[in-house]
């Protein structure tokens, strides 16, 4: 069930409204021909401006990522195993400690002082999470060959 609230805005009387008469209507045809001209440029200007911008901003930006690997540097040595280009970043995120318990099932404890250990300037409250990615290209083994994944 939908509850429709009044609205704070008066509501206008429609039978009080006039429409604007036919002189208002048709100003632009009563201004002079240069005051027409410098906004009608404007105008026109402003929208070549805009599609120039769109234009450009498309070309810039690749709608998909590129591959920019080099090709495999060990296949030709060794083409009896399976050999491939493998490209890993990692990086540690801080998280506050209540969301990490949020996640980390109650019977597994949270070693503090472990990772403490290792990292003794990591934020007080705080909980590293490690994300990895990795991206791997052109996988190969004799004639046989893997597309890119990440």
């Known amino acids: 069930m939908v509850t429709i609230l009044p609205s704070l805005w008066p509501c206008p009387d429609l039978k009080k409204i006039s429409l604007p008469s036919r002189d208002n209507l048709s100003s632009w045809l009563n201004m002079p021909l240069s005051n027409y001209l410098v906004q009608a440029s404007i105008a026109v200007l402003l929208v070549i401006f805009g599609i120039q911008m769109q234009t450009t901003a498309a070309q810039a930006t690749p709608l998909t990522c590129t591959n920019v690997d080099q090709p495999n540097p060990i296949f030709s040595q060794y083409p009896n195993n399976a050999t491939g280009l493998l490209n890993v970043t ?12 949020q996640i980390i099932p109650q019977q597994y404890g949270i ?3 472990a990772y403490r250990a290792l990292m003794p300037n990591f934020p ?3 909980y ?5 990615a990795g991206h791997d290209h052109d996988i190969r083994f ?8 990440s």
């Open 90 to 101: 990692m990086v540690i995120i801080p998280i506050p400690m209540t969301t990490a318990r």
């Open 124 to 126: 007080a409250d705080m």
């Open 111 to 113: 070693l503090e002082g």
């Open 128 to 132: 590293p999470v490690v994300v990895q």
């Open 142 to 149: 004799q004639d046989f060959g893997i597309p890119d994944f």
